[in-house]
């Protein structure tokens, strides 16, 4: 059956190589942790219109990779950190999630999956060591299933590890943080022989939020009052930094070599003062043009990473805020898939085009009553903002300053946008009112939510704990 199998399948891989696909060097993240979701197939219709050829998503839900079949765009597909346990510790899983989630998409016409990140950020300081164990079993399994499935030469694992996996003050001294080094090693050694690249992220705007001592001008791409001195090495920017800190580190446990792929890097627009519309502009497009340049690094001249996954595709309002306000405002287009400022991908498309055919609910906002006095509103802000997201409201946010008044109506309307303009979601005790009048003010946007019934992101956790639990089923059977 196997031998018979084997020439179909093989015919199909050509067929998909050679399927014609736009081709840039710069690829997005695509998170769906969104309160107003886009529709899958107009978010497709936005990367092939802005000739995105690859994306990054988090998980393997169906309604996104259906939504890529037939787009030619490559994708990586995640493994959440909580299914790694259950993949490492049965092969009928893991058979199971390649037959499901990931097979299933590579026939003729099909969404071409090329990596499976396997875990996401899994050895994280924060995460204490949970997850560490966990995920070379996961790999070992998964590499078995796409061998079963004759698959294991298309699609390749990788581990999308944080860049506080390793450390140092000067990039040629880079190491993996020494209780990571044996792991590390195991890890970058599988990856090797199959193929794949390190993928890591990379993130100069925390080194910058994080530490006041941080020089501003060492974040971004224009050179730097305060270069790094490195031996015979001088860096100019917190990235190229970044970068060699890992080469090195990789060199330290044999394999200087390996090739890098950036799965995520960017800067967020709001939610904190250095968050906003021009630095980003000015990040992402230093970002892009020194990777197209293809000047390399100082220990890898010539040679920049393979791929870039741009941080991120969209505003995801309902991501954690516990990184900082700013974790919600990471996207190059705002939730509804309007591009925030100018940036050129390199790819001959020029500037970023606005998401088409957007199904907005009506042109309407809840405000607070003019007429009312707002004094006992303490409680209904605390409820609305609990719920929706009100991040832009703080100090470094763009709705900081719109007094009082503003910040109730503003807290009012993303609570009623959230309730999908249900009525009594604007009531507040008789203090909110429905406006047909757009309340902005300045760089203060008042939303207006998307109709889709399938953004409840309740359903999308409940669907994957459910997984979750199948997968244990078959674990214990
Ligand atoms: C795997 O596929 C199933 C069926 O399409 C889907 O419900 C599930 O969410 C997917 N798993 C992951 C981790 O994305
Ligand atoms: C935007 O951010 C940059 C750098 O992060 C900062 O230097 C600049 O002052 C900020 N601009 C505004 C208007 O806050
Ligand atoms: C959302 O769209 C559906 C069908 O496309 C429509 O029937 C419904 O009235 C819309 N809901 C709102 C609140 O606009
Ligand atoms: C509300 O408005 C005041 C200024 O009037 C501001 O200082 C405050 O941070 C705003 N945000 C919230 C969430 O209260």
């Known amino acids: 059956m196997a031998a018979a199998l084997h020439f179909p399948v093989a015919l199909l ?24 979701r886009l529709p899958p197939p107009i978010v497709v219709d936005l990367l092939k219109q802005n000739r995105v050829g690859k994306v990054k998503l988090f998980d393997s839900g169906p309604d996104v990779l259906r939504a890529l079949m037939g787009s030619g765009i490559e994708v990586m597909v ?28 590579l026939v003729k016409g099909g969404a071409d999956i090329r990596y499976i990140a396997v875990g996401n950020e899994p050895f994280l300081t924060s995460y204490q060591g949970q997850f560490q164990s966990l995920v070379l079993p996961a790999m070992l399994n998964l590499q078995q299933s796409l061998a079963k499935a004759n698959l294991a030469g298309y699609v390749k694992l990788v581990v999308p590890c944080n860049a506080d996996a390793y450390q140092s003050s000067l990039p040629s001294q880079g190491s993996f943080r020494p209780e990571l080094t044996q792991i590390m090693t195991q890890l970058v050694a599988f990856l090797n022989s199959n193929g794949s690249p390190f993928v890591v992220n990379i993130y100069p705007f925390l080194s910058l939020y994080q530490s006041s001592e941080f020089p501003q001008d060492y974040a971004f791409f224009g050179g730097s009052a305060h270069p790094v001195v490195d031996g015979q090495n001088t860096y100019y920017n917190a990235f190229d930094g970044n970068f060699d800190t890992l080469v090195a580190a990789l060199n330290k446990i044999g394999y200087g070599q390996m090739p890098i792929v950036i799965g995520e890097v960017g800067w967020p627009t709001d939610g904190a003062t250095s968050a906003n519309l021009s630095a980003a502009r000015a990040f992402n497009q230093g970002l892009i043009n020194q990777v197209m340049s293809n000047k390399g690094t100082p220990l890898r001249p010539g040679v920049p990473p393979v791929d870039i996954y741009l941080f991120s595709l969209f505003d995801e309002g309902q991501k954690s805020v516990l990184p900082g306000n700013f974790e919600r405002h990471w996207g190059i287009f705002s939730f509804d898939g309007q591009a925030k400022y100018p940036l050129n991908l390199g790819s001959g498309n020029g500037g970023l085009k606005n998401a088409r055919n957007v199904p907005y609910l009506p042109p309407r906002w809840c405000i607070a009553d003019p007429s009312r006095n707002l004094d006992d509103v303490a409680n209904h802000l605390k409820l609305a903002c609990s719920a929706a997201d009100c991040t832009t409201l703080y100090y470094g946010g763009s709705c900081n300053a719109i007094g009082d008044k503003g910040n109730i109506s503003y807290a009012f309307n993303s609570y009623y946008q959230l309730q999908k303009q249900n009525y009594q979601s604007c009531d507040f005790d008789g203090l909110g009112m429905v406006t047909f009048l757009d309340p902005s003010v300045g760089d203060c946007r008042f939303l207006v939510g998307i109709n889709d019934s399938s953004s409840s992101c309740v359903g999308c956790r409940i669907v994957c704990a459910f997984w979750a639990m199948a997968l244990w089923v078959l674990v214990y059977l």
Not at 24 to 36: K, M, Q, R
């Open 13 to 36: 891989l050509l067929l998909l190589a050679c399927a014609p696909s736009v081709e840039p060097a710069i690829g997005v993240n695509w998170g769906s942790l969104s309160t107003h």
């Open 78 to 105: 995640g493994v959440p950190n909580e299914l790694l346990g259950a993949l490492g510790s049965s092969p009928a899983a893991s058979d199971v999630f390649v037959s499901q989630n990931i097979s299933r998409y």
